[in-house]
């Protein structure tokens, strides 16, 4: 009796019935009862559709902001960065002009290694102000380049595979080429799957395991889209790391110098085409990466004003309270 009770409480029982019963009281308690759990299932929809536009929108607005702030000093940054590279390109022809041969050095290795890495570290800054820089853009969704999901994802293995190869992670391609084309950024496009690579190459350990799939979906009433999974058998993200996994400020524990620049900057690519992007993961089961894009960003059903939503939710709430208030 006390588990009923404490079940009717929670709401997880609509309404105790003991008997006898009276069949016409019965038959109307059952049709309210599915009402209610009607009308409650649609209340925890909204309620997690809600949750997610606001997360979108806190993310979106703190890129954003980010995004103009880079734009606006990735001129001035850029400048600066030229006149070091600069010098850097010239140095080794400078130096045979100066007929100074490296073995004149005392420790030749110690300065083309630190030539090396300084020209890496200065193309590294130049890729996060790209990445930056996509978070400032505007999405127009009028897109005149055709792409094919197959080609896009196949050219992005290409240009990572010997990194993959060198660190016996296995990658399974089982993206169908007979996907139809999307309307895309062809550049920006391509950029994104590259990007998602690189993420997965810098958070796996060697010999894990990589799979892409995508499938058509043709809802009734819906726009055509394109679902890709990118999953992985990694070790996985804990719940308060997946949370902020699209935050540009998040320091990978396992990998410290990479940042969370790369998954912003996929946020944004997918936010551009009208599409949707979700990650999910537990510790110790892998990580998957959820993308969802129209065939035509220009075609996608605008999402729901917010007069609308609501609109929606006052008359959920309605009928919550007519029904919890019925005898």
């Not at 209610?36 to 299932?41: G, N, S, Y």
């Not at 400078?94 to 005392?106: F, H, I, V, Y």
């Not at 890496?120 to 094919?148: C, R, W, Y």
């Not at 496009?189 to 997965?200: C, I």
């Amino acid at each position: 009796m006390d588990a009923a009770i404490d079940a009717v409480n929670s709401g997880a029982i609509y309404k105790y019935v003991s008997k006898p019963w009276d069949p016409p009281q019965l038959e109307q308690t059952l049709m309210r009862g599915l009402e209610f759990f009607m009308v409650r299932l649609e209340r925890d929809q909204l309620l997690r559709e809600k949750m997610s536009v606001i997360r979108n929108m806190m993310i979106a607005d703190r890129i954003v902001s980010l995004g103009l702030l880079a734009a606006g000093l990735s001129h001035h940054i850029r400048n600066s960065l030229v006149a070091v590279k600069t010098f850097l390109d010239l140095a080794p022809v400078k130096m045979a002009e100066e007929k100074s041969a490296m073995k004149g050095l005392r420790n030749p290795d110690f300065w083309k290694e630190y030539h090396q890495n300084v020209q890496s570290q200065i193309e590294k800054i130049n890729g996060l102000l790209k990445d930056l820089g996509t978070a400032s853009g505007t999405p127009s969704f009028h897109f005149t380049d055709k792409v094919f999901m197959h080609e896009a994802i196949s050219a992005a293995l290409k240009s990572f595979a010997d990194q993959f190869a060198a660190r016996g992670i296995q990658v399974d391609n089982q993206v169908p080429d007979s996907l139809p084309a999307l309307q895309a950024d062809k550049p920006k496009f391509y950029r994104l799957f590259e990007l998602l690579l690189k993420d997965e190459l810098a958070s796996l350990p060697a010999g894990s395991r990589v799979t892409l799939t995508a499938e058509l979906q043709e809802k009734d009433g819906a726009k055509p889209e394109i679902l890709v999974r990118i999953s992985d058998n990694g070790p996985g993200l804990p719940e308060e790391a997946l949370r902020v996994v699209f935050d540009p400020f998040v320091v990978r524990s396992d990998t410290p110098s990479e940042y969370g620049i790369h998954l912003m900057a996929c946020f944004f690519i997918v936010y551009h085409h009208g599409g949707k992007i979700d990650a999910k993961s537990q510790p110790g089961r892998g990580t998957t990466f959820t993308i969802c894009l129209p065939l035509n960003p220009e075609r996608a059903a605008p999402p729901p004003s917010e007069q609308e939503f609501l609109q929606k939710v006052l008359l959920n709430e309605e009928l919550w309270e007519k029904l919890i208030s019925s005898e």
